[in-house]
């Protein structure tokens, strides 16, 4: 049973969210959007008391953040613009399920099922995304635009050893982490559920960071996930020191060097 205007009213026109450890800060008209949706039903079907919050209060979907601020996006404007080489739109599908928009969920499908590009000119497709909110409004697109523009560093800390003997085989490359730099948004487009998020948790997408690291340990693994987002080596630099095992010089020497690529889209 729908609660009484002065129980709804208890909602704040003003919404703080935790999706997933990622802050949204959006208004309740946007929420309850789309009739019938989860969301709807939840900022309006129920009360403040009977909703899961963090330890400050805010609201709590235990669901993936950062696609998250798509669902808002076309929760807003009735619309969804995703970057030119997203490559997460079954996982938006299955947000979109769980939120329970139909309409998004049917678009996203059939975008998934077409080819990223046309067979004549290899340029990007656009689809249709009509607005799911009222029958009378204009139809829109799902569209993939120029994605954004913007800089990523890749940082890690190596090391390797060198025998007595010039000629045997080197211990080469001991990679301990590789770290991101970038802003939030870019960083987790590219990376996505590879990106370690443990030293810098709970910030917004349009703030930056440099203590987010890989889950992984091979750089080029790195490089073929920003070559795919389509992002260019622009610069690197390195630092390197040399020192023995013990004191004595004819031990193994141990290589270590810091090194930074920068990549930009």
Same mark, same amino acid.
């Given at each position: 049973?729908?609660?009484? %205007?002065?129980?709804?009213?208890? =909602?704040? #026109? ?9 802050? +949204? ?30 330890? $400050?209060?805010?609201? !709590?979907? %235990?669901? %993936? ?8 996006? +076309? ?9 030119? =080489?997203? $490559?997460?739109? &079954?996982?938006? *599908? ?8 139909? #309409? ?8 998934? $099922? ?12 656009? /689809? #249709? ?38 000629? /045997? %085989? ?6 301990? &982490?590789?770290?991101?730099?970038? $802003? ?31 889950? +992984?340990?091979?750089?080029? *693994? ?8 389509? !992002?260019?080596?622009?610069?690197? @630099? ?8 013990? @004191? ?12 930074? +690529?920068?990549?930009? &889209?």
């Amino acid at each position: 049973m729908a609660l009484t %205007d002065s129980q709804s009213s208890t =909602f704040p #026109e003003i919404v703080e969210l935790n999706v997933g450890g990622q802050v +949204y800060v959006t208004r309740l008209e946007t929420l309850t959007a789309v009739p019938n949706s989860l969301l709807w039903t939840k900022f309006t079907q129920s009360s403040p008391a009977a909703l899961p919050k963090d330890s $400050k209060g805010r609201f !709590f979907f %235990d669901r %993936d953040g950062f696609l998250f601020r798509y669902i808002l996006d +076309y929760l807003r404007d009735s619309e969804l613009s995703l970057p030119e =080489f997203f $490559k997460e739109r &079954r996982r938006l *599908q299955k947000e979109a399920d769980f939120f329970q928009l139909p #309409e998004l969920s049917r678009r996203l499908a059939a975008v998934s $099922k077409d080819s990223s590009y046309t067979e004549d000119s290899g340029e990007p497709e656009e /689809a #249709e995304l009509c607005s799911p909110v009222t029958s009378s409004s204009s139809d829109r697109t799902l569209r993939s635009p120029g994605a954004t523009s913007g800089y990523i560093t890749i940082g890690y800390r190596g090391s390797y050893t060198i025998g007595r003997d010039i000629q /045997a %085989d080197a211990k080469f490359r001991r990679v301990a &982490r590789i770290t991101v730099c970038s $802003k939030i948004s870019l960083a987790k487009e590219v990376f996505g559920e590879t990106l370690n998020e443990s030293r810098d948790p709970d910030r917004p997408p349009d703030k930056y960071t440099s203590r987010y690291y890989l889950k +992984y340990n091979f750089l080029e *693994q790195a490089f073929d996930r920003l070559a795919e987002a389509g !992002f260019h080596m622009v610069a690197c @630099n390195s630092t390197g020191t040399c020192s023995y095992g013990s @004191n004595d010089p004819g031990e193994d020497k141990l290589w270590t060097s810091y090194t930074e +690529y920068i990549f930009s &889209r």
